[in-house]
């Protein structure tokens, strides 16, 4: 179990291990978070679509679940807050949404920062803006280099069911924004044809909010989740463990019979369960 987990508050019943077989959670709240407590502008439209602004207007976030495509998640930066978009994310409505709360959280962090931070495009010449920086954490812990077709870098895990794909040569700047045809592609699942998850940034993303992702993607904790939430796709991939060990099992009739004609037992001073103010809370039931 991970050490940082408070048993009151997992949500879930069981642990999702690898975490990118995880999938998305019912809520969007967590990573909408890191921006809202910034301040940003938060607003709804009829749909129950949820968008969120930037002071500036030049970052904007879109929450989906109403969109026309399966890209639930929607984050664009702006140069100019009324020309095209500077750099673009999607992530689609099956992405665990820890990743995309990483991803806010260092979007966050780099727009407290200022324009140079969140409009830093990749540079190879500049060792704090190497796109190399966003791969590094994947190769640190496993993953392995692959070249799947020609103008193609690649890295996957171990188990080939998770991988990061960087395309080189042009691209179309509309298409990286509205397609899965972009400069990075991050995904899940036993084929990149129709992942599991996918994810997607355009060529000016900041090299700091990929590597927040990369990082997250590949940390080796596993993920909470609902059981009854779980997909077949995970439970047939994926390594579920419960959050909390089973209980003892409860007495049998035979089990109450046999200590009843022992007697009654006495238990040393120590052992004698007392109520006190520091006894743990009742942990919460399930959701549904």
């Known amino acids: 179990m991970p050490p940082h987990d408070d048993l009151r508050t997992i949500d879930g019943d069981v642990y999702v291990s690898p975490r990118y077989l995880a999938r998305s959670t019912t809520t969007g709240d967590p990573a909408l978070a890191p921006l809202l407590d910034l301040g940003w502008d938060l607003q709804y439209d009829d749909l129950g679509n949820v968008y969120v602004h930037a002071p500036d207007r030049k970052v904007r976030l879109g929450y989906l679940p109403e969109g026309e495509d399966d890209g639930l998640w929607r984050i664009n930066a702006y140069t100019d807050p009324f020309g095209p978009p500077t750099w673009g994310a999607c992530f689609n409505d099956s992405s665990p949404t820890e990743f995309v709360r990483a991803f806010t959280t260092a979007l966050a962090e ?31 812990r496993g993953w392995e280099v692959e070249h799947p077709r020609w103008g193609v870098f690649a890295v996957q895990s171990a188990d080939g069911l998770a991988g990061l794909e960087f395309t080189t040569g042009h691209l179309d700047p509309e298409a990286e924004l509205t397609t899965r045809d972009a400069r990075w592609q991050l995904w899940a699942g036993t084929s990149l044809d129709r992942p599991a998850w996918y994810a997607t940034a355009s060529t000016d993303t900041p090299v700091a909010l990929l590597k927040a992702v990369t990082e997250c993607v590949s940390d080796p904790a596993p993920l909470p989740r609902w059981r009854q939430d779980t997909h077949s796709y995970v439970e047939g991939l994926a390594q579920l463990t419960p959050t909390l060990p089973p209980s003892p099992p409860a007495p049998t009739p035979l089990d109450i019979q046999r200590a009843a004609s022992r007697g009654p037992a006495v238990l040393p001073a120590p052992s004698v369960p007392r109520w006190s103010t520091t006894s743990r809370p009742a942990l919460p039931g399930p959701r549904r």
């Open 110 to 140: 780099a727009y407290e920062h200022g324009p140079d931070a969140y409009l830093a495009a990749p540079d190879p010449g500049r060792t704090d803006r190497d796109p190399f920086l966003a791969v590094a954490p994947l190769i640190n």
